[in-house]
């Protein structure tokens, strides 16, 4: 399906790589739809759904005000799919949103302003509400993500935080420079390190899209993430030019990252894995006074924690996107 209509002039072109997600992508595409400053085209491919996605997208690609085109064909995995995505875009932005997260109204327009205005940077990206199935706000990074600005490459090497993929605005000839990484677990936090020997990390605290938080969403499990982390920094360590000691001392230091991570979850026994790797890695006495003040915490403290958290963001934020 290819539709040709007239358009705004724009260097964006956005991929939305879709798989078994029926009940959110006619949402995730009405956010491109609405886009204040719509992209040049707009790419969809289906990687071999089984639950009715690709008649889901055909009938809501019909609205489109500019060129689209829906691709829908077998399995080969998200990476791959990102890849031919970006083979078959040109401009000289490009991003992609999950077909089960969502863009504000405002999203690219901001994400390119930054760019043009940030010459040195590779990519833009920001904050994120996480919502529910209904599209309702149950978290947002803003709260408790310490994003940076510039140089993120301490950020991506130390800590756990990385940009959340639907906040993300790329300059077109950092990403294929590198690509995604086909046999990578984790699809963008390999591609992230990579990209930021080569440039700044141009960061916007607003809040202008959605991770969608759901039964399905492979990043859920957070031991899964901190293995996949792990072996991205193994196989992204000779472009960063780490030497085994610096490398030794990152995965010590995310070990530790991850253990904190486990234990605000209340996951105490996989947390004592990651810390037992990562003792060494602490950046300090606060991190470790705040560790042991976790081990010690009865889950039925922490669980009530998260939920009072998750009321809180319900309250302050919790209207659906769209």
Known sequence: MDVEKSSQVSPVSVVVPSYNHAPYVAAALRSVLAQTRPPARLLVIDDGSRDG???????????????????????????????????????????????????????????????????????????????????????????????????????????????MSPTVLHRRQGVERHGWNERARLEDYELYLRLSADGEFAFDPRVLSAWRRHGTNTSGDFVWMIEARLEAQRSAAAHLKLTPA?????????????????????????????????????????ALARVALRLFTPYSLVRRRNRRRQSDAARRYGKPLL
């Open 246 to 286: 610096q490398l030794g001392r990152y995965q010590r230091a995310l070990n530790f990252a991850g253990a904190e991570d486990l234990l605000r979850l209340g996951d105490k026994r996989a947390a004592l894995g990651y810390l037992r790797r990562g003792l060494g890695g602490a950046p300090g006495a606060a």
């Open 53 to 163: 996605s690709p008649q889901v997208i055909e009938e809501t690609l019909k609205d489109c005000p500019f060129p689209c085109e829906l691709i829908a064909r077998a399995n080969r995995g998200l990476c791959a799919t990102l890849n031919e995505g970006l083979a078959k875009t040109e401009g000289e932005y490009f991003a992609y949103l999950g077909s089960d997260d969502l863009w504000l109204p405002g999203f690219l327009e901001a994400r390119v302003a930054l760019l043009e205005e940030r010459p040195r940077a590779v990519l833009a990206y920001g904050h994120a509400f996480i919502v529910d199935e209904r599209g309702e706000v149950a978290d947002c990074t803003r709260d408790w993500a310490s994003y940076a600005d510039g140089d993120a490459r301490r950020m991506l090497l130390e800590e756990t935080y990385a940009p």
